[in-house]
């Protein structure tokens, strides 16, 4: 019986099909695999991820649904806010009142992250394939195209609208500043050093829009104390993320992104002391301007900078899982400072009306 023997054709023809790229690449052929040593990318096996359609896990992805430590980022800041100015409102609100605001924000802060990761995934493809943490976003590995992406975003933020026409409409131009921010953000790794001084400001802007939603102006009898806790929150963003950022220091750098990550790299956990420090003097000064008792002392001022000194103590900088674990914990930790100080001014203040 004769040996069986392939085709030059035959072999060329094997040769294509073995390599046809899978669906989530064929939309962007010049894509580089910039770690070809390490493991391709599969679809989640375990999880929320694992338990719905392939087709929209890329855009569940681009949201970061399965990822709630930057969620908490958005949305602890309208917590805080709503506290505060529950506790400076000239008539103390109902409890449910609250409970109301902060259960209409838990859905419109995840639309606003959900667009400001997409638009952030799409701007940084280039920077992602080269961060070996990022490079299996799903912009950066070709399973949603730049147009796509696009298209999310704006689907997202129309999405968010209905959910702000809830709101005062005072309460509107606030979010349109925090929303173009959060796009212009995007662009600052390109241009400094301090991307996180300037990611501070959306995320404390939230304390101008909460204000707003109980009906007073953010910069009028109270202007002083709800500046100061504006500050004290861009301090927090910028301790926080500079420390996250330490996951990808070796990456930037080869990829050219700046971050404070990089320009402190050594001197970090000194950074962070001062800015905390910075952060516990105008909380202490936010309180003071408006009047605020023991418990906003004891619990907000007390518990953040203790909480703010045991993150910085025990987070490993040289190791990327301790800062990513600790990037999810603090927000617990000094979210928690934050929220008893205010709530125990806000029944304070209620049982004493």
């Known amino acids: 019986m004769a040996a069986t023997t392939s085709s030059p054709v035959k072999t060329q023809m094997a040769a294509k099909m073995v390599s046809r790229p899978t669906p989530e690449t064929v939309q962007d052929k010049d894509i580089v695999n910039f770690f070809p040593h390490l493991p391709p990318y599969s679809d989640p096996t375990t999880g929320l991820l694992s338990k719905i359609p392939s087709s929209w896990i890329p855009y569940a992805q681009l949201m970061r649904i399965d990822r709630p430590g930057g969620f908490y980022a958005f949305y602890f800041p309208y917590l805080i806010g709503i506290m505060y100015s529950a ?152 301790t926080y993320d500079t420390i996250y950022a330490h996951q990808d220091v070796a990456d930037d750098e080869k990829a050219g992104v700046k971050g404070m990550a990089l320009r402190f790299k050594n001197s970090t956990k000194l950074l962070a002391s001062v800015l905390t420090v910075g952060q516990a003097f105008l909380l202490a000064l936010c309180g003071r301007w408006a009047g605020f008792g023991m418990a906003y002392f004891a619990g907000t001022v007390g518990g953040v900078t203790a909480a703010m000194a045991l993150y910085i103590y025990k987070v490993d900088l040289k190791r990327p899982e301790s800062c990513g674990a600790w990037f999810h914990d603090q927000f617990w930790l000094v979210g928690a400072g934050f929220m008893a100080g205010l709530t125990g001014e806000y029944y304070v203040k209620k049982l004493i009306i």
């Not at 298209?151 to 509107?172: D, N, W």
């Not at 707003?212 to 100061?228: D, I, Q, R, Y």
């Open 87 to 238: 506790c400076i409102a000239p008539s103390t609100p109902e409890p449910l009142t609250l409970l109301y605001l902060a259960a209409t924000l838990l859905p419109f802060n995840i639309l606003l992250r959900g667009a400001t990761c997409t638009w952030n995934d799409n701007v940084d493809q280039e920077f992602d394939r080269r961060v070996e943490r990022c490079r299996h976003r799903p912009i950066a590995r070709g399973a949603v195209s730049t147009a796509e992406a696009h298209v999310f975003t704006l689907a997202q933020l129309a999405a968010g609208y209905p959910i702000l026409g809830l709101f005062p409409e005072p309460c509107t131009p606030h979010m349109l500043v925090a929303v173009l921010l959060f796009f212009i953000y995007a662009l600052m790794k390109r241009v400094t050093y301090y991307p996180q001084v300037f990611l501070g400001f959306p995320f404390a802007w939230a304390i101008f829009f909460c204000v707003a939603a109980l009906g007073m102006e953010p910069f009028g009898e109270n202007a002083a104390s709800t500046l100061t806790l504006f500050g004290a929150n861009i301090l927090w963003t910028i």
